[in-house]
């Protein structure tokens, strides 16, 4: 079974609106760690934003925020504001117990002006 | 402030030979790791190692192999090249932390883009 899933391949959104990727992730340890990364065409990856499985808030990092459901088992990665510069790949990742990070197969954002 | 820098960036090879990316990191992380990125399948983890002297084997293992003499270095070898194995490695690096509570991030080279003919 795949550990991370992310249904979207690809997105569009119009420039200064909201966008949300989703994630849906697989795992029966109680502690984990979810991350997000962006991958620009250039190829480098680039870390957004961490949501740890205890965490009680959803994690912010300015205009990126986690909306974390933890009984549903999603962790949506939210843009506000998008930008032309968002447009990328976007990769949600799972850490369990240990250093493996686990990746989905990422969504293509295109944001239009 | 280089981080993890791999090398080379571009390459061909042949079907059946041999070659090594190199993989080096300046941050004193106890964790690396190689991954292949091929489209539609995300990033899948190749070989890890916690540590020098010690490597493990990741999701996609087969046709790779590593060694881990320093804590800096990390070489992935490729000992007989297929043209399954075009793809685009990364390696990455991160403190080894084995609470997965831990929000340190892993941080990546630029990526070595291979293509066997």
């Known amino acids: 079974a795949q550990k991370i899933t992310q249904t979207q391949p690809g997105m569009f959104v119009q420039e200064k609106e909201a966008v949300t990727l989703d994630c849906t992730y697989d795992?029966?340890?109680?502690?984990?760690?979810l991350f997000w990364y962006k991958q620009p065409s250039s190829g480098e990856m680039i870390f957004l934003i961490y949501?740890?499985?205890?965490?009680?808030q959803n994690a912010t990092e300015g205009r990126y925020s986690l909306n974390f459901q933890k009984a549903r088992k999603s962790a949506n990665l939210v843009i506000s504001a998008s930008q032309l510069g968002d447009s990328a790949m976007y990769f949600c990742?799972?850490?369990?117990?240990?250093?493996?990070?686990?990746f989905g197969t990422g969504t293509s954002l295109t944001v239009i002006p | 402030n280089a981080g993890v820098t791999q090398t080379p960036k571009f390459q061909v090879l042949k079907t059946g030979q041999s070659m090594t990316l190199q993989c080096a990191q300046d941050?004193?992380?106890?964790?690396m790791s190689w991954y292949r990125q091929d489209p539609g399948m995300g990033l899948r983890l190749i070989h890890y190692?916690?540590?020098?002297?010690?490597?493990d084997q990741g999701e996609v293992p087969n046709g790779y192999n590593v060694s881990r003499s320093t804590t800096e270095d990390f070489p992935l070898r490729l000992l007989s090249a297929a043209p399954s194995q075009t793809s685009v490695y990364f390696c990455?690096?991160?403190?080894?932390?084995?609470?997965?509570?831990?929000?340190?991030?892993?941080?990546f080279g630029e990526g070595s883009w291979l293509t066997v003919v």
């Open positions: 190692s916690v540590g020098a002297g010690i490597t």
């Open positions: 941050m004193n992380h106890e964790y």
């Open positions: 990455a690096s991160g403190q080894n932390y084995p609470a997965a509570q831990s929000g340190n991030t892993i941080y």
């Open positions: 990742a799972m850490r369990e117990t240990g250093n493996q990070f686990y």
């Open positions: 949501q740890g499985s205890y965490d009680q």
């Open positions: 795992t029966s340890d109680p502690s984990y760690g």
